[in-house]
């Protein structure tokens, strides 16, 4: 059974930085799609980073890119998501999924995004881990 856990966040600074990352366990992170994925009060789910580690093609939302990097230590079977020039409107809670059929990583930051809920595209989900960006 594939077993996700998300650590690393808390209450920070517009401008500041996290680092999030989640720790798998019942598989490798080989030829998987694997990406995180945020939750703001009163909003659905959104992609936020993805990739498929089997070409090592990685998406971002746009809001994101420039500042949030997604890396995979295969060693440690972890995945992280630096975050850096932090702004409130980044607040959420981040999940971090992954689902044995690569595809998936594509078609959830397809343009336009799918109607699908996230939660149901990808099969394998962590609790998630609180980020608040607040002076």
């Known amino acids: 059974q594939v077993q996700l856990v998300e650590s690393g966040g808390g209450l920070v600074q517009p401008g500041g930085s996290l680092r999030l990352s989640c720790v798998v366990s019942?598989?490798?992170?080989?030829?998987?799609?694997i990406g995180w994925f945020r939750q703001a009060p009163g909003k659905e789910r959104e992609g936020v980073s993805c990739?498929?580690?089997?070409?090592?093609?990685?998406y971002y939302t746009e809001s994101v890119k420039g500042r949030f990097t997604l890396t995979i230590d295969h060693a440690k079977n972890t995945v992280y998501l630096q975050m850096n020039n932090l702004k409130p409107e980044d607040t959420a809670v981040y999940y971090c999924?992954?689902?044995?059929?690569?595809?998936?990583?594509?078609?959830?930051?397809?343009?336009?995004?799918?109607?699908?809920?996230?939660?149901?595209?990808?099969?394998?989900w962590g609790k998630g881990t609180l980020v608040t960006v607040s002076p």
């Open positions: 999924a992954t689902d044995r059929i690569r595809a998936k990583c594509r078609y959830a930051f397809s343009n336009p995004r799918p109607k699908d809920k996230l939660e149901e595209l990808m099969r394998d």
């Open positions: 019942g598989t490798t992170l080989d030829y998987r799609a």
């Open positions: 990739t498929d580690t089997s070409d090592d093609k990685e």
